[in-house]
T-cell receptor, first 111, second 115 residues
Framework: DAKTTQPNSMESNEEEPVHLPCNHS???????IHWYRQLPSQGPEYVIH???SNVNNRMASLAIAEDRKSSTLILHRATLRDAAVYYC????????????FGSGTQLTVLP | GAGVSQSPRYKVAKRGQDVALRCDPI?????LFWYQQALGQGPEFLTY????????KSGLPSDRFFAERPEGSVSTLKIQRTQQEDSAVYLC?????????????FGPGTRLTVT
C-alpha cells in the first residue's frame, strides 16, 4: 500500500474547525483514503473514507484533492472529546486486508 | 449491539511465561485481524483470518507467536516464552465483508507487560 505523510501534531481551540492534512503522492487509482482515530487507551475507530469525491458523515468531512495526491479531514467544531491520534490510511480496492498505520497526527484541543 | 471485546484487558507476565489473549469479534464478521501497538507508535499488523482460515500471518514477529480461530468466531493470540520486547498493546479488529471499503471495528486492546 502507498505511503501517507501527516504532521506529527496539531492544536485546535474548542468549538473551532480543524483541518487535518494528509499527503499521499504515490496513491494509485484503486486506493481508497481511510481515516481512523484513536482516543487515549482505546482501539482505533473508523472516521470516514473516500475514493475521489468529497464525503460527509456525522463525524467529519473528507476533502480529496482533484489529483488525489492529498486529502484533508475536517472536524467542523472540535470538542475536547476529539483529542486523539488521527491516522490517514490508503487501502487498495478489492482487498479485505489489513490497515497499514503510520504514526498519525496527535490532535490537542484546547478549552 | 456489542462491539469487539478482548480479554484480559491487562496482563503482566514474567519473562519466559506463555500468555493467551482472547478476542470476541462482532457477531457475523467474517474477517478478523490482530495488531501490535508499541508505546507511541501506530498499530502494526500481525495476522488476518477470513472465517477460520488464517490467510496472512506475515506480520507475526517470530515463531513464538501463534494465532487461531478454530470456529470462525473467537480468536486467540498465543505468545510462548514471552520476552520484554513483546510488551505492547495487542489489538483485535473485525470486519463485516470482503469489500475493501468496509471499515474495521477495533476492540480496546490487551496491554501486555513482560517483566
Amino acid at each position: 500500500d502507498a505511503k501517507t505523510t501527516q504532521p506529527n501534531s496539531m492544536e485546535s481551540n474548542e468549538e473551532e474547525p480543524v483541518h487535518l492534512p494528509c499527503n499521499h503522492s504515490t496513491i494509485s487509482g484503486t486506493d481508497y483514503i481511510h481515516w481512523y482515530r484513536q482516543l487515549p487507551s482505546q482501539g482505533p475507530e473508523y472516521v470516514i473514507h473516500g475514493l475521489t469525491s468529497n464525503v460527509n458523515n456525522r463525524m467529519a468531512s473528507l476533502a480529496i484533492a482533484e489529483d488525489r495526491k492529498s486529502s484533508t479531514l475536517i472536524l467542523h467544531r472540535a470538542t475536547l472529546r476529539d483529542a486523539a491520534v488521527y491516522y490517514c490510511i490508503l487501502k487498495r480496492t478489492g482487498s479485505a486486508r489489513q490497515l497499514t498505520f503510520g504514526s498519525g497526527t496527535q490532535l490537542t484541543v484546547l478549552p | 449491539g456489542a462491539g469487539v471485546s478482548q480479554s484480559p484487558r491487562y496482563k503482566v507476565a514474567k519473562r519466559g511465561q506463555d500468555v493467551a489473549l482472547r478476542c470476541d469479534p462482532i457477531s457475523g464478521h467474517v474477517s478478523l485481524f490482530w495488531y501490535q501497538q508499541a508505546l507511541g507508535q501506530g498499530p502494526e499488523f500481525l495476522t488476518y483470518f477470513q472465517n477460520e482460515a488464517q490467510l496472512d500471518k506475515s506480520g507475526l514477529p517470530s515463531d513464538r507467536f501463534f494465532a487461531e480461530r478454530p470456529e470462525g468466531s473467537v480468536s486467540t493470540l498465543k505468545i510462548q516464552r514471552t520476552q520484554q520486547e513483546d510488551s505492547a498493546v495487542y489489538l483485535c479488529a473485525s470486519s463485516l465483508a470482503r469489500v475493501s471499503s468496509y471499515e474495521q471495528y477495533f476492540g480496546p486492546g490487551t496491554r501486555l507487560t513482560v517483566t
